[in-house]
């Protein structure tokens, strides 16, 4: 790849500069010697970085109309796994591709392991890169050491032995170094599920929170504790009672900021995220791209025939519990 000129987007340079800062990010494995599965990093290890071109519609991509999952694939690179000298799968923790839309704009996908980062911590990833990106050239880089993250485990207090729980659920379930394996590159396409936007103002949350804490009251909820052993057993039981066609996942949140991540050119136009081994329906909430107010997108992922319906009837169900038929509406649909 030619070198980038000082006005234009070199997310090489950049990228090579984030990882000087952060801590090196290596490999999940499950070694023989190892009782666990442990995050290793050696010298000469790397990330996954890909620069690609495509003559999609970067405008279709962008929307917040239906759109087919399985269009999002080629904007992402897959974690694959590598083979090791000592016999245990070494499993990448992070990828990324940079698209380029001609005269369109750019999309940078990130592709990583829940093991290593949850959601801020990656969005936090996004917006360090952004930052040194947008700020080569200039003597801002050092000001942003106070903003590195923490990879030190130890500093984690676990009083109820939740990791000992799950090592122990491991090998109730027959799961070993030897037989240990994360699913990497999906064999077919993502179903036929599509994901659609929805937009809910400042407004209409303030009204739904107050319609959830008066029925809230009314109702004296309270909670069922239980042991993380339980738990695992009980949500992981191959009889369960649990009817898994109405299971829905919720990822994301307002506070991850990801509208945040500026590479020098502004706000991005669209923030995805998009699940390729997921069988079931999930949401992924964030703030508003558009910046009007603090209102929130819900981005909705379904089957085809399930989204129709619930794009049918979710907007005006909703609607009709807070009353709101003489206010304005509460949810504006794609």
């Given at each position: 790849?030619?070198?980038?000129?000082?006005?234009?987007?070199?997310?090489?340079?950049?990228?090579?500069?984030?990882?000087?800062?952060?801590a090196e990010l290596?490999?999940?494995?499950?070694?023989?010697?190892?009782?666990?599965?442990?995050?290793?990093?050696?010298?000469?290890?790397s990330?996954?970085?890909?620069?690609?071109?495509s003559?999609?519609?970067?405008?279709?991509?962008?929307?917040?109309?239906?759109?087919?999952?399985?269009?999002?694939?080629?904007l992402?690179?897959?974690?694959?796994?590598r083979?090791?000298?000592?016999?245990a799968?070494?499993?990448?923790?992070?990828?990324?591709?940079?698209?380029?839309?001609?005269?369109?704009?750019?999309?940078?996908?990130?592709?990583?392991?829940?093991?290593?980062?949850?959601?801020i911590?990656a969005?936090?990833?996004?917006?360090?890169?952004?930052?040194?990106c947008?700020?080569?050239?200039?003597?801002?880089?050092g000001?942003?050491?106070?903003?590195?993250?923490?990879?030190?485990?130890?500093?984690?207090?676990?009083?109820?032995?939740?990791?000992?729980?799950?090592?122990?659920?491991?090998?109730?379930?027959?799961?070993?170094?030897?037989?240990?394996?994360?699913?990497t590159?999906?064999?077919?396409?993502?179903?036929d599920?599509?994901?659609?936007?929805?937009?809910?103002?400042?407004?209409?949350?303030?009204?739904?929170?107050?319609?959830?804490?008066?029925?809230?009251?009314?109702?004296?909820?309270?909670?069922?504790?239980?042991?993380?052993?339980n738990?695992?057993?009980?949500?992981?039981?191959p009889n369960?009672?649990?009817?898994?066609?109405?299971l829905?996942?919720?990822?994301?949140?307002?506070?991850?900021?990801?509208?945040?991540v500026?590479?020098?050119?502004?706000?991005?136009?669209?923030?995805?995220?998009?699940?390729?081994n997921?069988?079931?329906?999930?949401?992924?909430?964030?703030?508003?791209?558009?910046?009007?107010d603090?209102?929130?997108?819900?981005?909705?992922?379904?089957?085809?025939?399930?989204?129709?319906?619930?794009?049918?009837?979710?907007?005006d169900?909703?609607?009709?519990?807070?009353?709101?038929?003489?206010?304005?509406?509460?949810?504006?649909?794609?």
């Amino acid at each position: 790849m030619p070198d980038c000129p000082t006005y234009g987007f070199c997310p090489q340079t950049s990228l090579r500069l984030t990882f000087f800062d952060l801590a090196e990010l290596g490999y999940l494995t499950w070694s023989p010697q190892s009782v666990m599965p442990e995050i290793i990093y050696c010298d000469g290890d790397s990330v996954s970085f890909t620069v690609t071109e495509s003559n999609f519609s970067f405008n279709h991509i962008c929307g917040n109309h239906l759109r087919d999952t399985n269009e999002f694939a080629p904007l992402a690179t897959h974690l694959v796994p590598r083979s090791s000298t000592t016999a245990a799968v070494q499993y990448p923790l992070l990828a990324l591709r940079v698209t380029l839309f001609p005269d369109s704009g750019i999309c940078v996908g990130q592709t990583f392991n829940h093991v290593a980062a949850d959601g801020i911590s990656a969005t936090h990833f996004m917006k360090f890169w952004a930052s040194v990106c947008s700020n080569l050239g200039g003597e801002a880089k050092g000001l942003l050491s106070h903003s590195l993250p923490s990879y030190d485990r130890t500093t984690i207090i676990d009083p109820h032995g939740i990791e000992k729980a799950y090592l122990n659920y491991l090998k109730k379930i027959n799961i070993t170094q030897h037989s240990f394996i994360l699913p990497t590159i999906p064999t077919d396409p993502i179903h036929d599920k599509v994901v659609a936007t929805f937009i809910m103002d400042s407004q209409s949350i303030e009204k739904l929170k107050k319609w959830i804490l008066r029925r809230a009251i009314k109702k004296n909820p309270y909670f069922i504790l239980s042991s993380v052993e339980n738990l695992l057993d009980e949500f992981f039981a191959p009889n369960t009672d649990t009817d898994t066609e109405r299971l829905i996942g919720i990822f994301g949140s307002p506070k991850m900021g990801a509208y945040d991540v500026n590479f020098g050119w502004g706000r991005p136009n669209k923030f995805e995220i998009v699940l390729s081994n997921e069988d079931h329906g999930y949401l992924v909430l964030s703030e508003r791209g558009d910046n009007i107010d603090r209102g929130f997108e819900i981005s909705v992922t379904l089957k085809k025939l399930e989204m129709a319906a619930f794009a049918s009837f979710f907007p005006d169900t909703l609607s009709s519990l807070l009353h709101a038929s003489s206010a304005l509406p509460l949810l504006s649909k794609y």
